[in-house]
C-alpha cells in the first residue's frame, strides 16, 4: 500500500503494537483460551462417564459371575460343605468377587482415561502460554522497531523534501537542450517519492492509532477514495465496476482511517492487475455487518499466504515496505471490524473490510 508525496503530511493514524493492546492480545487469546475451556466441559462430562465405567464394570463382573454359577448349577454341579448345601453362599462369593473385579478394572480404565484427559489439558495449556510468549515477544520487538523507525522517518524527512523541491526547480528551468538534465530530474523526483512514501509509512507504523467514528455511508467512502486514486488508476487504464447493493445501512467508521484503508487496498489492485484490468468496488450487509470489497482480476493471493500478508514488514513485491496491509489491519480492528482476503471467482484477489453497523441505523 502507497503512503502519500514529500509534499502532504503523513496521515495522523497509524498502528504501534504494545502491550495488552486489542490486536496483540485480545483476539487470539480468546481463541486460545477456547481449548482449555472446552478441556474444562469435557473433564465435567467425562467424570460422569467415568463413574458409569466402574458400574459398568461391576454390573459386568456381577453377571459373568451369575452366568458362571447359573451354568455350574445347570451342568448338576452341587457344592456341599459337611454335608450341608452351600450352593446359594458359593453364587454369592463369586458374584460378590466378579463384581468387585469388574469394578476395579472399571475404575483402572477410569484413571487411564483421566491422565490421558489431563495430559491433552496441559499440552493445550502450554502451546497456549507458548503462543502468548511468543504474540509478547513479537510486540516487544515491533515496540522497539516502531520507536526506531520514527526516529529514522523525522531525520530523512525533511531532507527528502529539500532534495525533491531543488530536483524540481532544476526540471522547471531547464532550456530546450537540457533532455538528459530533465530526465535526471525526474528519475531523482520519482526515486524520492518512492522513499518518502517509506518514510510515510514508517511514520504511520510507529504512531498510535486515533480513531474518529461517525455515521458513514460506504458508498461516499468509495467516491472519496476513487476520486483521490483516479490518475493511478487511469495511468493504469483500469476498468473500473460498483457494486453496492440498494438501501445500505451507514457504518460505523472513521471517514479519514477508512479512505487510508481503501486507497491502499485500490493502490495494491492497481499493481496487481494488468494494463486494462478490472477492479471492482462492492457493498452489502453481511452477518449484521457492513462488508466492504475490493475485488482485482490479478494473479490472486495464494493460499498460504493469506494469513502472512497482514504481518508487518511481509511483502511479496520487490519495492514494497511491508507495512501497508499491517497498518489496514489495525484500523480496521480499531473499529471492531475485520479484514481477509479471498479469491475472485475466475481468479484474482478479493479483500474483504467488515465494519460495524452505524449506531443509528442498528
Same mark, same amino acid.
Given at each position: 500500500?502507497?503512503?502519500?508525496?514529500?509534499?502532504?503530511?503523513?496521515?495522523?493514524?497509524?498502528?504501534?503494537?504494545?502491550?495488552?493492546?486489542?490486536?496483540?492480545?485480545?483476539?487470539?487469546?480468546?481463541?486460545?483460551?477456547?481449548?482449555?475451556?472446552?478441556?474444562?466441559?469435557?473433564?465435567?462430562?467425562?467424570?460422569?462417564?467415568?463413574?458409569?465405567?466402574?458400574?459398568?464394570?461391576?454390573?459386568?463382573?456381577?453377571?459373568?459371575?451369575?452366568?458362571?454359577?447359573?451354568?455350574?448349577?445347570?451342568?448338576?454341579?452341587?457344592?456341599?460343605?459337611?454335608?450341608?448345601?452351600?450352593?446359594?453362599?458359593?453364587?454369592?462369593?463369586?458374584?460378590?468377587?466378579?463384581?468387585?473385579?469388574?469394578?476395579?478394572?472399571?475404575?483402572?480404565?477410569?484413571?487411564?482415561?483421566?491422565?490421558?484427559?489431563?495430559?491433552?489439558?496441559?499440552?493445550?495449556?502450554?502451546?497456549?502460554?507458548?503462543?502468548?510468549?511468543?504474540?509478547?515477544?513479537?510486540? *516487544?520487538?515491533?515496540?522497539?522497531?516502531?520507536?526506531?523507525?520514527?526516529?529514522?522517518?523525522?531525520?530523512?524527512?525533511?531532507?527528502?523534501?529539500?532534495?525533491?523541491?531543488?530536483?524540481?526547480?532544476?526540471?522547471?528551468?531547464?532550456?530546450?537542450?537540457?533532455?538528459?538534465?530533465?530526465?535526471?530530474?525526474?528519475?531523482?523526483?520519482?526515486?524520492?517519492?518512492?522513499?518518502?512514501?517509506?518514510?510515510?509509512?514508517?511514520?504511520?507504523?510507529?504512531?498510535?492509532?486515533?480513531?474518529?467514528?461517525?455515521?458513514?455511508?460506504?458508498?461516499?467512502?468509495?467516491?472519496?477514495?476513487?476520486?483521490?486514486?483516479?490518475?493511478?488508476?487511469?495511468?493504469?487504464?483500469?476498468?473500473?465496476?460498483?457494486?453496492?447493493?440498494?438501501?445500505?445501512?451507514?457504518?460505523?467508521?472513521?471517514?479519514?482511517?477508512?479512505?487510508?484503508?481503501?486507497?491502499?487496498?485500490?493502490?495494491?489492485?492497481? *499493481?496487481?492487475?494488468?494494463?486494462?484490468?478490472?477492479?471492482?468496488?462492492?457493498?452489502?450487509?453481511?452477518?449484521?455487518?457492513?462488508?466492504?470489497?475490493?475485488?482485482?482480476?490479478?494473479?490472486?493471493?495464494?493460499?498460504?499466504?493469506? *494469513?502472512?500478508?497482514? *504481518?508487518?514488514?511481509?511483502?511479496?513485491?520487490?519495492?514494497?515496505?511491508?507495512?501497508?496491509?499491517?497498518?489496514?489491519?489495525?484500523?480496521?480492528?480499531?473499529?471492531?471490524?475485520?479484514?481477509?482476503?479471498?479469491?475472485?471467482?475466475?481468479?484474482?484477489?478479493?479483500?474483504?473490510?467488515?465494519?460495524?453497523?452505524?449506531?443509528?441505523?442498528?
Amino acid at each position: 500500500m502507497t503512503g502519500t508525496g514529500p509534499g502532504v503530511a503523513p496521515p495522523r493514524h497509524a498502528w504501534r503494537p504494545r502491550h495488552g493492546s486489542a490486536v496483540a492480545s485480545t483476539a487470539p487469546a480468546a481463541q486460545e483460551s477456547r481449548p482449555a475451556s472446552c478441556e474444562r466441559v469435557h473433564g465435567m462430562g467425562s467424570s460422569q462417564t467415568f463413574r458409569r465405567v466402574r458400574w459398568w464394570g461391576a454390573a459386568g463382573g456381577a453377571l459373568l459371575g451369575a452366568v458362571d454359577i447359573a451354568s455350574l448349577v445347570w451342568l448338576g454341579v452341587a457344592f456341599e460343605m459337611n454335608g450341608r448345601d452351600v450352593t446359594l453362599l458359593v453364587a454369592a462369593f463369586f458374584g460378590s468377587s466378579f463384581t468387585l473385579l469388574g469394578y476395579l478394572v472399571g475404575w483402572t480404565v477410569e484413571a487411564q482415561r483421566r491422565q490421558r484427559d489431563a495430559a491433552a489439558v496441559i499440552r493445550s495449556q502450554s502451546e497456549a502460554i507458548g503462543a502468548a510468549r511468543a504474540r509478547l515477544a513479537q510486540s *516487544e520487538k515491533l515496540a522497539a522497531l516502531g520507536q526506531l523507525a520514527a526516529a529514522i522517518a523525522h531525520e530523512v524527512r525533511n531532507p527528502l523534501a529539500v532534495i525533491r523541491s531543488a530536483a524540481q526547480g532544476l526540471a522547471e528551468a531547464k532550456t530546450p537542450a537540457d533532455a538528459e538534465a530533465e530526465r535526471a530530474s525526474a528519475f531523482i523526483m520519482a526515486e524520492i517519492d518512492r522513499l518518502a512514501n517509506l518514510v510515510n509509512s514508517l511514520l504511520a507504523f510507529a504512531r498510535p492509532l486515533h480513531v474518529e467514528p461517525r455515521s458513514v455511508s460506504p458508498g461516499e467512502l468509495f467516491d472519496r477514495a476513487l476520486l483521490l486514486a483516479a490518475d493511478e488508476l487511469t495511468a493504469k487504464q483500469v476498468r473500473l465496476a460498483r457494486d453496492e447493493s440498494p438501501a445500505l445501512p451507514p457504518a460505523w467508521a472513521d471517514p479519514d482511517l477508512l479512505c487510508q484503508v481503501l486507497l491502499g487496498l485500490l493502490a495494491n489492485a492497481a *499493481e496487481a492487475v494488468p494494463r486494462g484490468g478490472e477492479i471492482t468496488l462492492g457493498a452489502r450487509v453481511n452477518d449484521g455487518a457492513v462488508e466492504l470489497a475490493v475485488t482485482d482480476s490479478g494473479p490472486g493471493v495464494p493460499q498460504e499466504l493469506r *494469513e502472512r500478508i497482514f *504481518e508487518p514488514f511481509f511483502t511479496t513485491r520487490p519495492r514494497g515496505t511491508g507495512l501497508g496491509l499491517a497498518v489496514a489491519k489495525e484500523i480496521v480492528e480499531a473499529h471492531g471490524g475485520r479484514i481477509v482476503v479471498g479469491e475472485r471467482p475466475g481468479g484474482g484477489a478479493r479483500f474483504t473490510v467488515q465494519l460495524p453497523v452505524a449506531r443509528m441505523a442498528a
